[in-house]
Structure formats: C-alpha cells, structure tokens
C-alpha cells in the first residue's frame, strides 16, 4: 500500500489534486474532515479547546465557532501551538486508524493524506511520497480574493501563518504546478498515479 502525503498552502490547488487522485482510484484521507470530525459537540478536544479558549469559541449550537477560535489564535504563535497541541494527537491517530481501514479492505490501495499542515505537524513521519501542490503565492492571493471574497491583507496572512513554500517544498518528493492550466494539472497526476499505481 504505498502511502502518499499531499500537501499544499491555502488556495493552493490541493483539494483539486486530491479529487483528481480519487477520480484515479486512490483511498483519500482529509485531515480537515478528521479535525472537524474530533472537534464535533461533546467530543475530548472540544471540551479541551473550551477550558483552553474560554466558552466564546464555542457556538449556540454546541459546534466549534471557527471564526472566534481563529481571531485568538492567529497572529499569536503560543495560541496557535496551544491549540495544535489539543487537535494534532487526536488528528494522527484517527488519521492513522483510517490508513488501517483502508490497508486491510485493500492492500494494494493507494492511500493518500490530503493534509494542509504537514510542514507544521507531520513532515518526519514515514511517508512513501510526499506530494506537493504548489504554486506561487501572489498567484494564490489573487485566488482567495476571486474565489473566496477575502481581503488581499487577509489572504496575505492567511498565507503567512502557514509553512512557507520552502519549507513545504523542501519536503516534496514530487510537485504538482498548479500555477498551469488545469489540463497540465491532470496530466502531472496521471504521471505521478502511473508511478504509485499498481498493476492490477
């Protein structure tokens, strides 16, 4: 079973190499669903994040209000450490559960993490290939303000509260240029599926 991390900063195309990749037959794991997933209502770290944050963060409806959470810990690198503190262990080891789940339904599967903080939480870890989707960062502000309504300033630090791309590139095994037409994407995933696909 190879087991393949994709990584890639925000707006960086990630999502659409991952889409492309389970179009292909590969097993998808999204770290962000896990993390919504461990932080649901009544959950261990929901309740962590609560005493640590103050009950602001959480909302009416007992679910994690993201924007409040998000407006203590951006910009304060402690905050931000204390709440990856919380999330990253329940994170792994669910993520970890599912790479079993889907070895012993297929052992030839190929698996791949769709995780955007890899750099930041799980770039040692024993990867087969890891996968970048890149491409430059002015190109993806211009991304965030088109497609997501954001403020080039938030975007700008957006971008900059994540690994930088040397730090994420510096992992890559592979890069996928997302900075291309989308017909150049797809073609570098089916040379990058060609390699880690077995023959069946």
């Known amino acids: 079973m190879p087991l393949l991390a994709l990584t890639g900063g925000i707006a960086s195309g990630k999502s659409t190499v991952a889409a492309m990749l389970r ?22 770290v929901l309740d962590a994040i609560a005493r640590e944050f103050g009950a602001e963060v959480i909302a009416p409806d007992g679910n994690l209000d993201r924007q409040a959470l998000g407006a203590r810990v951006f910009g304060h690198p402690e905050r931000l450490a204390a709440l990856n503190a919380l999330v990253h262990p329940a994170v792994r080891e669910e993520s970890e559960r599912r790479f079993r789940a889907a070895l012993g339904a297929d052992p030839a599967a190929v698996v791949v993490y769709d995780v955007p903080l890899l750099a930041e939480a799980r770039g ?4 087969d290939l890891v996968v970048v989707a890149h491409a430059p960062a002015d190109l993806r502000v211009r991304r965030l303000v088109e497609n997501r309504g954001m403020s080039e300033s938030d975007a700008r630090a957006r971008i900059g509260s994540q690994a930088s791309d040397e730090e994420r590139l510096a992992l890559a095994d592979v890069v996928i ?24």
């Open 23 to 44: 179009d292909r037959g590969a097993v998808v794991v999204d770290a962000d669903a896990i993390v919504r997933e461990v932080q649901s209502p009544g959950s261990p």
């Open 124 to 127: 040692g870890d024993a990867w």
């Open 177 to 200: 240029d997302t900075a291309t037409e989308l017909d150049d994407t797809r073609r570098q995933v089916d040379d990058l599926w060609e390699r880690v696909a077995p023959a069946r």
